[in-house]
């Protein structure tokens, strides 16, 4: 046996808040902790930065991807970790005083079958286009409790085996796919306290913002089809399911939050459609063999 509890996998591609997460994961030295960073895609010069703010830190571990993908990143890194769970953080995650000691603590009274998620809060950048988007994606970690989001998802090992890994090469959404397959096998995730809350901040571009809508659309449309033809749903209930309703505003929200929230969902259904009518179209009983479904 290892003796390690926890190994945190956080991939990273140019991402210069990475060294912030690392620099907080450093201060914590327990031997049941490691922490595998996965350089994905990244440039040979930032890749050799992260190996000299590691040094010869014994919990921290390095790996290179030539090619980016982050399905393959997440999958990679559970390869080679030894703990009994898994943490998945993004590079730009920043972690409150004593988050690693109390998630080892909690996570050592619980099973080898353990799925939960912790709270994450979005810190917006410059300008309201961040401001918005901060609280679309902290009110969608909060509501959408069944989804099983990454970053702060924790996971057995175990747990992760029996699932497998993250689905490779459909860009986005990949941790809800994983997410909607932990469902099918009838696994529940559970929620950790406010305690184990972590910090991301938000994307730097309004243009990567847009284009993950769309991703994250077509990702929808990937999980639906395979629902309905894996005899979940009916044909009307699988249209319904590509389009649901929005649980991300409030009463009281300003008109400016409700449209920028409308416009999220126009590019998301577009997403959707190209997805159903383009990317997944000729998805076949091929794909549920691939995630072992059948």
């Known amino acids: ?49 992260i190996s000299g703010a590691l040094g010869s830190t014994k919990p921290h571990s390095l790996i290179c991807l030539p090619r980016a993908d982050i399905a393959t990143a997440r999958n990679v890194g559970v390869k080679v970790a030894v703990g009994k769970h898994i943490l998945f953080l993004d590079s ?88 909607r397959r932990a469902e099918l096998r009838g696994y529940i995730i559970e929620h950790l306290p406010a305690e184990f809350s972590v910090c991301h901040i938000d994307d730097s571009l309004a243009l990567k913002t847009v284009r993950t809508w769309f991703y994250y659309g077509v990702g929808r449309a990937l999980r639906e089809k395979r629902n309905y033809l894996l005899g979940k749903c009916g044909r009307l209930d699988y249209i319904k399911s590509l389009f649901p309703g929005s649980s991300l505003t409030d009463r009281g929200d300003s008109p400016v939050y409700i449209g920028f929230v409308a416009l999220h969902y126009l590019i998301r259904t577009l997403g959707v459609l190209y997805g159903v009518f383009v990317k997944w179209r000729n998805v076949d009983l091929r794909f549920l063999e691939d995630a072992g479904l059948t």
């Not at 945190?8 to 450093?26: A, W």
């Not at 690693?100 to 050592?108: F, P, R």
């Not at 609280?135 to 099983?148: D, F």
């Open 92 to 179: 730009d995650c920043t972690l409150p005083p004593k988050y690693l000691a109390n998630i080892v603590n909690y996570l050592g009274r619980k099973s080898e079958f353990f799925l939960g998620r912790g709270p994450v809060n979005f810190i917006s950048r410059s300008g309201l286009f961040s401001r918005l988007n901060s609280i679309v994606r902290t009110r969608s970690y909060s509501r959408h409790e069944g989804a099983c989001y990454a970053p702060n998802l924790v996971v057995s090992s175990s747990v992760f085996a029996k699932i497998g890994g993250f689905y490779e090469g459909i860009g986005y959404g990949v941790d809800t796919e994983w997410g």
């Open 1 to 49: 046996m290892s003796g390690k509890l926890l190994s945190v996998i956080v991939p990273v591609k140019d991402d210069k808040e990475v060294f912030k997460l690392l620099e907080q994961t450093s201060r914590y030295e327990d031997g049941r902790v490691e922490v595998i960073v996965v350089a994905n895609g990244a440039q040979s010069d930032f890749v050799r930065k």
